[in-house]
Every structure is written in C-alpha cells, then in structure tokens.
C-alpha cells in the first residue's frame, strides 16, 4: 500500500522532514518512491518556507491511491491541496496544562460523590445473596 508520509532527516533536535511517497512496508527513514515536499516545524507558522510541496506530483499520487498519514493529511489540508481532516478526540490536549493540573487536584474531590452511589448499590447487589442461602 502506497503512503505519503514524512521521512526525518536534520540534526539531533533539528528535525526536518521530507513528504515521500513510499510502500508502507519500508522503513520511516528507508527507501522511497519519490520525494514531493518538505516540512520544517521549527520555522513559524507563517513562514513560506516552513512547508514546500509539488502540489502536481502529490494530486498524481493521491489519484493512485496513496493514502496519506494524519500528520500529512493535515499539511495537505492546510495547503488546500485535499479537505481538511476531522479533528481527533483528545480533550485534555485542548486545556492548557497548568488547568489540567488543577483539573486533576479537583478531580479526587469529586470522587467521592461519585463513589457514594455505586457504594449504596453495591449492598443492594449482596442483600439478594444473602437470602438465598
């Protein structure tokens, strides 16, 4: 199966990647079938040199049946060249961390509502029992 992913290249900590078109059976880094981009996510958003694509060569392939990753389907949709993938479900990642920490602290205090429920079902549950014997 054909994919359009990234390849790394760069320095330690100094990614850059390179948008391939390669048999998913290959190494990330390995052989490929054509190179047709380039990414470069330490360079801001706003740059125009942080992404370079043949945009020809990726409508070719995408026409051929490579599939791409979400990383590269989301590049893609940024440059317009295939709708926008739907985002994934990952809510925490949405709060800022420092919130989560307190979210979390919140949390056990919660608990123990929640638990008080469960807790008078789980007699119930017993009482049942204890008249069959």
């Known amino acids: ?10 320095t330690k900590k100094r990614p850059v990647y390179k948008v391939v078109v390669a048999d998913s059976r290959f190494a990330r880094d390995g052989r490929f079938i054509e190179k047709v981009g380039f990414f470069n996510p ?4 706003d740059k125009k040199e942080r992404v370079g694509l043949e945009a020809e ?17 989301r590049i893609l949709g940024e440059n317009e060249l295939m709708p926008m993938p739907a985002n994934g479900n990952n809510p925490k990642k949405a709060v800022p961390k420092k919130e989560r920490k307190k979210e979390g602290e919140e949390a056990p205090a ?10 008078e079902a789980a007699p119930a549950a017993e009482a049942p029992k204890e008249e069959q014997k």
């Open 57 to 73: 060569r990726i409508k070719y392939w995408l026409g051929q049946g490579a599939q791409p990753t979400t990383r590269v389907a």
């Open 1 to 10: 199966m054909l994919k359009l992913r990234l390849s790394r290249g760069g």
């Open 42 to 45: 330490l360079l801001p958003k």
């Open 110 to 119: 919660a608990t123990p509502k929640a638990a008080a429920p469960a807790a």
